[in-house]
């Protein structure tokens, strides 16, 4: 923190000022009368007040920035503190959440492979049933040739049979 401004301070300005200038003195005046030796003693006092207006002035600013800085350094530890809270409030959702997104990570790489098995197994699906469909039609074919064949070899034996029975009929 800044230390205020002392007087001993601003007087060693003042006479920091006050050697750098030129004095005059009742024994360098250059008429030597008395009223030169009340100029300088009026100066002085006129650079004096205004030495001292400079030094209040001074410390009133001072005092204002100590003031401001203590209400800055109030407002940072607020600022703290809420983020502090902010942090905490918001860490165990946070943790819940990168849980859940890891579980759906793996989730998701568990069901890649088991993805392609199912395309494969739907393919192998497909081309099983389409075997399937192709020898159920080939079954319902020969079923059909052999309902023929049957009722063909029937009709046959029928006439065979009518034929002998006339043959019989005709021999007696």
Known sequence: MMQPPTAASASSAAVVVSSSGPQMT???????????DEVPRSALSTFKAKEE???RRKMEVWERVQAQLGRVEEESKRLAMIRE?????GDPTGKEIAQVRKKIDTVNKELKPLGVTV????????DALDVFNEKNKEKAQLINKLVEL?????????KKLEE???SMDSMR
């Open 26 to 36: 009742g024994s360098q005046s250059f008429n030597g009368s008395a009223t030169d």
């Open 53 to 55: 207006e400079i030094e």
């Open 85 to 89: 809270e902010l942090e905490a409030l």
């Open 119 to 126: 395309q494969k197994k739907e393919k192998e699906y497909k």
């Open 150 to 158: 049957v009722s063909e070899s029937e009709r046959l034996r029928l």
């Open 164 to 166: 002998l029975s006339k």
